[in-house]
């Protein structure tokens, strides 16, 4: 079984190799399965299109050319937390938190949930 990725859709990160390596981007999407993630304004492709037409709508897209990002290896990048007034790189851990949480009846029962926390500051990574 593969380890599990710790680096979420609309985490800032730091691209560490590749032609954009120093660049701190937000994640646009991630792919798990195949351990990529893809990052905003990095790895860009410029891809040329025929115009269309679709008959059930009646629309056509316009011919040309379409930038896009591709996907890159999320062994590339590194998570980024803000400390103070600079972003620094910096590495997961996960703890268990204990919560209070509520039935659909009204009545409460204790649980705990997952919480990403930074090894550099100590304190928990939000979205």
């Known amino acids: 079984m593969a380890k599990p990725m710790r680096i979420k859709k609309n985490d800032r990160v730091l691209v560490l190799s590749g032609e954009q390596a120093g660049t701190i981007a937000r994640v646009i999407q991630t792919y798990p399965s195949l351990r990529k ?10 891809r040329h299109v025929k115009e269309k037409y679709d008959p059930r709508t ?4 316009k011919a040309g ?6 996907p890159i290896d999320a062994s590339n990048v590194q998570l980024v937390v803000r400390e103070g007034p600079k972003e620094v ?27 990403r926390t930074s090894v550099k500051t ?3 990574i939000s979205l």
């Open 37 to 46: 993630v893809k990052v905003e304004g990095v790895n860009i492709v410029t």
């Open 58 to 61: 009646g629309q056509r897209t």
């Open 65 to 70: 050319a379409v930038a896009s990002e591709l």
């Open 89 to 115: 790189g910096t590495r997961l851990s996960s703890t268990r938190q204990d919560v209070t949480k509520k039935r659909r009846d009204g009545s409460e029962y204790a649980g705990t949930r997952g919480v």
């Open 122 to 124: 100590g304190k928990e």
